[in-house]
């Protein structure tokens, strides 16, 4: 109960190991960061992230400003990395490698410090999969460019547990490799369709 209380106020439980005796004590404050991957994904953020992972960089970038716009906290700065990440891999798409290479380096600004899971988003994987990727840019250098091989834009991967309610039968409709279907009724839409159905 006193865990619930001090949790719900920002306040993580830590153990301190004395004399092969485990202690827990409340005292010590969750930082900014830490605090905010608590909480729900934004929509707009959701849908960036179905956007990014079928490789549609721009629109992805879209959805994702929008959440960060809306949002107040430190998260919209998740939001901003992963945009920009979005962003780079869009300019490597069409040939930018100086582009490429100046927006990558911002998004680290943007990416670091956050947990290695924040609101479900696997934040380091990520990380690790834009190094990588940057990485074979590089070694691949501008007037290589074309040759990169776009299995270096590896998906985010999150778990979110959403409902969503067909709007013709009521039902709990589920979702599966980014379709949305009713098993009641049938009815089905693309997860890019997201913002029609529940804007």
């Given amino acids: 109960m006193l865990g619930e209380l001090l949790h719900g106020a920002g306040i993580l439980p830590f ?61 919209r700065n998740l939001y901003r990395g992963i945009l920009q990440i979005a962003v780079t891999y869009l300019h490597i798409t069409r040939g930018n490698y100086d582009g490429a290479i100046k927006v990558y380096g911002r998004s680290q600004k943007w990416l670091k410090d956050w947990a290695d899971v924040c609101r479900g988003i696997q934040v380091e994987r990520l990380r690790v999969d834009a190094k990588l990727a940057l990485q074979e840019l590089e070694r691949l250098g501008k007037e290589n460019i074309a040759q990169f091989d776009v299995a270096f834009f590896k998906p985010i991967q999150w778990s979110e547990s959403r409902i969503w309610i067909c709007d013709k039968c009521g039902n709990e409709m589920y979702a599966k490799n980014c379709k949305i279907s009713c098993p009641n009724c049938g009815n089905r839409f693309d997860c890019s369709d997201l913002n029609i159905y529940f804007d």
């Fill in 15 to 75: 153990a301190e190991i004395a004399h092969d005796k485990i202690e827990w004590n409340y005292y010590a404050p969750m930082n900014a960061k830490e605090s905010e991957c608590n909480g729900e994904l934004h929509p707009k953020a959701l849908e960036g992230l179905w956007l990014f992972n079928q490789r549609k960089f721009f629109e992805a970038h879209e959805e994702l400003e929008t959440a960060w716009r809306a949002e107040t906290g430190e998260i």
